[in-house]
């Protein structure tokens, strides 16, 4: 059973920065990729970012493409996520993800998923 565990949300000014972590734990952690999403009130759960495990490409939605930076650690398994230049656009509940089949966009093809982590942006 794999978990995934978010850390590092916090409230920060428009302009400012945050590192988000996703610690995975279980018996054989090996994923295609991960990902990152968030989900804003009354809002879908949209793609922030991928990378693959292996290989180390990654992926950005467009939004935040130049502003946030997508990593990982494999003897640590341990993905990060770091948010630059925040706007209060970004202010959501952000969620890492793991699949076991090449990543996409999209939600559905994740596998696990972790509790979700507050990022409040303020103006």
């Known amino acids: 059973q794999v978990q995934l565990v978010e850390s590092g949300g916090g409230l920060v000014q428009a302009g400012g920065s945050l590192r988000l972590s996703c610690a995975a734990s279980?018996?054989?952690?090996?994923?295609?990729?991960m990902g990152w999403f968030r989900q804003a009130p009354g809002k879908e759960r949209e793609f922030v970012a991928g990378?693959?495990?292996?290989?180390?490409?990654?992926f950005y939605a467009d939004s935040v493409k130049g502003r946030f930076t997508i990593s990982r650690d494999n003897a640590k398994n341990t993905m990060y996520l770091q948010m630059d230049s925040l706007k209060p656009e970004d202010t959501a509940v952000y969620y890492c993800?793991?699949?076991?089949?090449?990543?996409?966009?999209?939600?559905?093809?994740?596998?696990?998923w972790g509790q979700g982590t507050q990022v409040t942006v303020s103006s």
């Open positions: 993800a793991a699949a076991n089949s090449p990543i996409t966009a999209a939600a559905r093809q994740y596998n696990y």
């Open positions: 990378i693959t495990w292996s290989g180390g490409n990654r």
């Open positions: 279980g018996r054989t952690f090996r994923p295609y990729g």
